[in-house]
């Protein structure tokens, strides 16, 4: 377990240990877990919401926040622009108007009792590494906070649409949150040889991305962490395939249908396309 890795080199340079993010897009298609992440607004608004909250004492060793309000269509505006950068190299410049959003989204996460509660103590952003024993290859994640003990609560902030129960719990199995939350555990379980897995608490703290900044906390079930732990064990055996192959092909990998029969899965048409499913009939109009 490790708390002095930049957050740029475990996307960037520890490319070859597998992470929750890396294992969903090979989940997607196998290629697409070879194409590295596109550096997007959203990303990197992303990494400043958890800078700020998490390490709010070191936010500044990341990022510069402008002072004030460029004009980026002006001559002037782009010069200070060149300015500021060329004085901050390899920090990531936030804008004044992002700046106090980030205020007022650690303001409403902050107003949560729970939430603040829970964000007291433990390690923040350290990365775990273990070897997975059945496959050999090497898997990494890397949680918000680690509890200083075995039965509290491991956290995960996540910045979502809606932070209402029903919206979440279904953003959870599309993001692959489940795997996650069984990564860190089974994770935390592998480098402390502690029954984390088994006696600890994965949670993910929900941060809606408007006004008025909903912020709820889900701790995840054994259900969903074996469900987690199940696409974990399912898609680390697909990448052995995969290096043992040389091949991360841009389709659905044969292993994973009945090609000796000649069979592929059946495309079904949905429920609410079947016309004798809907409840209406057409009928046609006389005169």
């Known amino acids: 377990m490790y708390d002095d890795i930049p957050i740029h080199t475990y996307h960037r340079v520890m490319t070859d240990i597998v992470s929750n993010s890396y294992l969903g897009k090979l989940n997607d298609c196998p290629a697409k877990a070879k194409v590295l992440d596109k550096e997007t607004d959203s990303l990197m608004f992303g990494r400043a919401l958890h800078k700020w909250i998490l390490e709010n004492d070191r936010f500044l060793e990341e990022f510069f926040p402008l002072p004030e309000k460029l004009n980026m269509r002006t001559n002037a505006g782009k010069e200070?622009?060149?300015?500021?950068?060329?004085?901050?190299?390899?920090?990531?410049?936030?804008?004044?108007?992002?700046?106090?959003?980030?205020?007022?989204?650690?303001?409403?996460?902050?107003?949560?009792?729970r939430v603040a509660a829970l964000l007291t103590g433990g390690k923040r952003e350290v990365t775990i590494i273990w070897q997975d024993e059945e496959t050999g290859i090497w898997c990494k994640t890397r949680?918000?906070?680690?509890?200083?003990?075995?039965?509290?609560?491991?956290?995960?902030?996540?910045?979502?649409?809606?932070?209402?129960?029903?919206?979440?719990?279904?953003?959870?199995?599309?993001?692959?949150?489940?795997?996650?939350?069984?990564?860190?555990?089974?994770?935390?379980?592998?480098?402390?040889?502690?029954?984390?897995?088994?006696?600890?608490?994965?949670a993910d703290i929900a941060v809606e991305t408007e006004v008025p900044y909903r912020t709820e906390v889900y701790p995840l079930d054994d259900q969903f962490l074996k469900r987690g732990f199940s696409e974990f064990r399912r898609l680390l055996r697909i990448e052995k395939h995969c290096r043992e192959q040389k091949l991360w092909p841009n389709y659905t990998p044969a292993t994973l249908l009945d090609l000796r029969q000649a069979s592929f899965e059946m495309m079904l048409m949905p429920g609410y396309a079947d016309p004798e499913k809907q409840p209406w009939e057409l009928q046609e109009v006389e005169g």
Not at 86 to 112: C, P, T, W
Not at 171 to 182: C, L, N, P, T
């Open 143 to 202: 949680p918000d906070l680690v509890p200083d003990i075995v039965n509290a609560v491991a956290l995960d902030l996540k910045s979502t649409k809606s932070a209402a129960r029903h919206a979440f719990q279904t953003a959870i199995v599309r993001y692959g949150y489940d795997r996650q939350g069984a990564m860190v555990m089974h994770g935390l379980t592998e480098v402390t040889g502690l029954p984390y897995d088994k006696e600890g608490i994965f």
């Open 80 to 113: 200070a622009m060149a300015k500021v950068e060329a004085e901050n190299i390899g920090k990531q410049i936030v804008h004044v108007e992002d700046m106090q959003i980030l205020r007022d989204m650690r303001d409403a996460i902050m107003s949560n009792g």
